[in-house]
């Protein structure tokens, strides 16, 4: 009897860890609990290695047919200052709608069911894949938001810092840009929770998106709260990916590297048995150190040096440092 293994959440993680478990023997039930596919708030950049792991899932050609945007240039923006770098490879920019329906697909196509709710009957092991969970308190929480626009795209992800809040702006597929950040409460306060007039105060950013026109409502998301657990027990049989193992920052464009790694290596764990702790373990090694270093960045970005330091440091470095 092939190994039966449940996975809670059709999102990059929870696809990611189907497809390896079935490449594994395994064979699979995803619940996901929205409709797929749909937008999410996400800066849909796509750090280079991110292929490798798609190919090794099987759906490079996929990818390709959907006709993701490229980007060879890093732009960083405080208040003005310019930091600017060339990536050391191709990124890749392609939209959440896209790239979750496409895993999901192909999870399916390998024999995957997915069901709305999670079944009743009980499953040796599960892929504890659901995303983000935690809630906070009000107070200076942060709060997410992104849109597409059209008008003409470049080949730069560019982030516009202000104090602890950014916004990235860079292409997708189909010559759409996205336009996405993180913003504290206090500061969408000021501006009425309008994004647009969020943008409108930040001059630099406001120049950058003048000649683009929004093709959608904005979609927000919160609170956004950085965490790992890479360090709690997991129950037995329990196997966590993707944010509902750890979240990165967002500034880093590294989440998504992450749930993509971590939930074909649950995948793989699940099916051939993978005692959880060792997983995790394994998991603690490949993405501890990228997001200890997001860490200390983002306390930077609070207490207000790392504009400066982005500054004295090599943007190679920089991009290297915040990657697993
Ligand atoms: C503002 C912002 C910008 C970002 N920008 C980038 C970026 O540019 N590049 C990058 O690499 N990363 C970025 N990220 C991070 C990236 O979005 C995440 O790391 C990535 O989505 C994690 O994938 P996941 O599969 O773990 O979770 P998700 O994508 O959140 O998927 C989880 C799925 O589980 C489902 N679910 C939840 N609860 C249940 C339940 N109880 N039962 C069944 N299903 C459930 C949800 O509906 C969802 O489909 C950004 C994040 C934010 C907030």
């Not at 092991?125 to 003409?152: D, I």
């Not at 709690?232 to 590294?254: K, M």
């Not at 609070?302 to 470095?317: I, V």
């Amino acid at each position: 009897m092939p190994e039966r293994v449940l996975v809670v959440g059709g999102g990059l993680a929870g696809s990611a860890a189907a497809i390896a478990a079935q490449a594994h023997g395994a064979s699979v039930t995803i619940v996901e609990k929205s409709r797929l596919p749909r937008h999410k708030v996400c800066g849909e950049f796509l750090s280079p290695r991110t292929f490798e792991i798609l190919r090794d899932l099987g759906v490079a050609d996929a990818f390709h047919s959907c006709r993701p945007a490229l980007m060879r240039r890093v732009v960083l923006n405080f208040a003005g200052r310019e930091k600017r770098f060339a990536l050391p490879a191709p990124a890749y920019g392609l939209s959440r709608y896209a790239l979750d329906e496409l895993l999901l697909s192909h999870a399916r196509s390998l024999g995957a069911t997915l069901v709305s709710e999670r079944p009743q009957e009980v499953f040796g092991r599960t892929v504890l894949a659901y995303g983000r969970t935690q809630s906070a308190p009000k107070g200076n929480r942060l709060f997410g938001f992104k849109a597409h626009f059209a008008g003409e795209a470049n080949d730069a992800v560019e982030l516009y810092f202000f104090g602890e809040g950014y916004v990235g702006v860079n292409p997708v597929e189909g010559g759409i840009t996205n336009v996405c950040g993180l913003a504290l409460e206090s500061v969408m306060r000021q501006h009425g929770f309008d994004t647009d007039t969020l943008i409108a105060s930040i001059p630099a950013l406001r120049e950058r998106v003048r000649p683009l026109t929004r093709q959608m409502d904005w979609l927000r998301v919160g609170p956004v709260i950085f965490s790992n657990r890479f360090r709690e027990s997991p129950a037995p049989g329990e196997y966590r990916a993707g944010d509902a193992l750890s979240f990165v920052d967002p500034f880093t464009g590294s989440g998504m590297l992450g749930a993509l790694l971590s939930g074909q290596a649950a995948g793989l764990a699940a099916a051939t048995g993978q005692a959880p702790q060792s997983y995790q373990n394994a998991m603690r090694q490949v993405l501890g150190r990228s997001y200890g270093i997001s860490g200390i960045i983002r306390w930077g970005l609070r207490k207000s040096w790392a504009p400066w330091a982005a500054q004295a440091l090599s943007g190679r470095l920089l991009f290297a440092a915040t990657r697993p």
